[in-house]
C-alpha cells in the first residue's frame, strides 16, 4: 500500500472525510498591478532565453501581474529553469511582489534565515497554508525531538505567544508524536497537533539540511518537514490542512530535483499548493 494512504488511514477515523479545498487563485485587491493576465495558472509561462540575466528580465514583467497566482507561478518556473536570485536586490523584488520578508532568528553561535509570509492572520485554511507560513532552508536537527524544539519558535515569530504558551505548543506536538510518528514516507514529516491557544493555523516547512532520523513507516529518514498547529474544536480545517500536505509533497516533482535555495524552496511549496488542491 501507498504509505501516505496508509499513514492517512490508520491517523483518522474510519468515517472522516478529508473536505474538498477550494483552488485560492484570486486577483490581488487595492493594488496598482492593472495589466491583465494573459495566462492562467495551467498555461505554461515561457521564458525564452538560455540566459539567466534575461530570463530575470522577463521575469520582472511577470510580477507585475496583478494575479498573485500568476507572479508565483512565475518565479516558479524561473527556478525550473535553473535560474537563482543572485543578490540582495533581487531577492528583496520577488519578496515585495509575493507579500513575504526575511527574518533572521539568533540560533547560539549561527543564524537561521527564514522567509515569512506577511498574512499572518484571519485566514481560511487554504490561505492559511502559505499565506502567513514560515520557511527555513539547510534546517538542522538531531532527531525528531530536537526537531520539534527548533520549528516551534521560528512558526511562532509575530503571533505574539510569549514563552509558557509557546513551551505548551511544543508539548501538544511532542504528545502526538509519542502517539505515532508523523512521517509518513518519501522523506516527508508532517508533525501537527490541535491547540487551545490560536485561532488560526500555523504553519511551518522546513528542508533539512542533512536527514532527520523520525521512525518513518518507510524506515527512511526526513528530508522534508511540514509542521502546523490547528486550532482545538476545528477537526475538518485539521483534516484539510493534513491533506493539502501531502498531496503536495507526495509528488516525485516536487522533491525531485530538491530546491537550492530557501527562495526556491518557498517557491515550490507555494506553487504545488496552488495547483493542486485536495480533490
Known amino acids: 500500500m501507498n504509505p501516505f494512504k496508509q499513514f492517512f488511514n490508520r491517523s483518522r477515523k474510519p468515517s472522516g472525510q478529508a473536505d474538498a479545498i477550494q ?22 509561462i515561457m521564458f525564452p532565453y538560455y540566459n539567466r540575466e534575461k530570463n530575470f528580465e522577463c521575469l520582472r514583467a511577470y510580477l507585475q501581474y496583478p494575479a498573485h497566482s500568476m507572479r508565483e507561478k512565475a518565479v516558479n518556473h524561473f527556478f525550473e529553469q535553473g535560474g537563482q536570485l543572485k543578490n540582495e536586490e533581487e531577492r528583496a ?20 534565515r527564514l522567509l515569512i509570509g506577511m498574512n499572518r492572520h484571519g485566514l481560511d485554511s487554504e490561505d492559511s497554508a502559505t499565506g502567513g507560513a514560515v520557511y527555513e532552508f539547510g534546517f538542522e536537527a538531531r ?15 509575530g503571533m505574539e505567544l510569549d514563552k509558557d504558551t509557546e513551551k505548551r505548543q511544543i508539548s501538544y506536538l511532542e504528545k502526538r508524536e509519542t502517539s505515532m ?19 488560526d493555523l500555523i504553519v511551518g516547512y522546513f528542508h533539512a539540511r542533512e536527514p532527520i532520523p ?9 528530508n522534508y518537514v511540514a509542521c502546523y498547529l ?50
Not at 23 to 44: C, H, K, Y
Not at 145 to 156: H, L
Not at 247 to 274: N, T
Open 181 to 199: 510518528s508523523t512521517a509518513i514516507g518519501f522523506g516527508l514529516a508532517t508533525p501537527h497537533a490541535s491547540s487551545h491557544d490560536i485561532y
Open 230 to 279: 490547528c486550532p482545538a474544536g476545528q477537526f475538518q480545517k485539521h483534516l484539510r490542512m493534513l491533506g493539502l500536505i501531502a498531496k503536495c509533497f507526495h509528488k516525485a516533482d516536487f522533491r525531485d530535483p530538491p530546491p537550492l535555495s530557501l527562495e526556491e524552496f518557498r517557491s515550490r511549496i507555494v506553487f504545488h499548493m496552488l495547483r493542486e488542491p485536495l480533490d
Open 214 to 222: 523520525w521512525d518513518a513507516i518507510d524506515d527512511k529518514p526526513v
Open 23 to 44: 483552488n485560492s487563485v484570486e486577483s490581488d485587491a487595492g493594488t496598482d498591478r492593472t495589466e491583465t493576465p494573459r495566462q492562467s495558472l495551467d498555461e505554461v
Open 143 to 157: 532527531n525528531r525531538w530536537e526537531a520539534i524544539r527548533k520549528m516551534v519558535p521560528a512558526m511562532c515569530i
Open 93 to 112: 523584488l520577488v519578496a515585495s511582489c509575493l507579500n513575504y520578508k526575511e527574518l533572521l532568528l539568533p540560533d547560539g553561535n549561527s543564524t537561521r
